[in-house]
């Protein structure tokens, strides 16, 4: 590793650092939100794209780091505001606001997406937990149970035809968005 890598690979640790930092704030164990560090992980980060042009994959590792820390930015803005106002999640049963599901499913991965996802063949409908996703991110179902499950067996008919072999869902929140991501069964799933 040359020191731009080592470089980059030690802030993509400071960020998966500060996401941790901003859950622990929005679940109620930090009593100050981390403006001091995200400030800080903000100026370096700019700083390294300023001062070097990286070309190849140093750059697109640069630039991912530079959207992932975007993307967390404006979702911890939005969720402040929210709490501010007094309508984020939790708030109505007069709960703190989680900061639901950002942690990185894959650890030690260096440019894996922040992703977490819950297998369908867990208990409760996959409904549920889609609605509950939503709402851990302020964000509104848009689909009533009936609607989500119409779109879903659709989805599922056209892949399974499309990959001939059955296919599951898992609810997946990707840098601020919960969507739906499909898998196909391996022959020795059931």
Do not use: C
Not at 10 to 36: M, N, V, Y
Not at 102 to 115: K, Q
Not at 157 to 178: H, M, N, T, W
Request: no cysteine.
């Amino acid at each position: 590793m040359n020191g731009s890598e080592t470089l980059i690979g030690s802030l993509e640790q400071e960020l998966k650092a500060l996401i941790l930092e901003w859950e622990r704030f929005f679940s109620g164990d930090r009593k100050t939100p981390p403006h001091k560090e995200k400030t800080r992980l903000e100026r370096r980060i700019r700083q390294l794209a300023d001062r070097q042009s990286f070309r190849g994959a140093m750059g697109f590792r640069l630039e991912q780091l530079q959207h992932r820390f975007s993307t967390y930015s404006a979702l911890w803005e939005r969720q402040l505001r929210q709490r501010e106002e007094g309508r984020g999640p939790g708030v109505a049963r007069g709960k703190r606001p989680v900061l639901a599901a950002t942690t990185p499913a894959r650890s030690g991965t260096t440019n894996a997406p922040a992703s977490t996802s819950v297998k369908r063949t867990e208990p409760g409908g996959l409904y549920e937990r889609w609605l509950e996703a939503k709402r851990g991110l302020g964000q509104r179902p848009g689909l009533s149970r009936e609607q989500f499950e119409a779109q879903l067996e659709a989805q599922r008919a056209a892949l399974e035809k499309r990959l001939g072999r059955p296919v599951e869902f898992d609810v997946a929140v990707r840098d601020g968005s919960v969507r739906l991501a499909a898998r196909a069964r391996k022959k020795t799933d059931r």
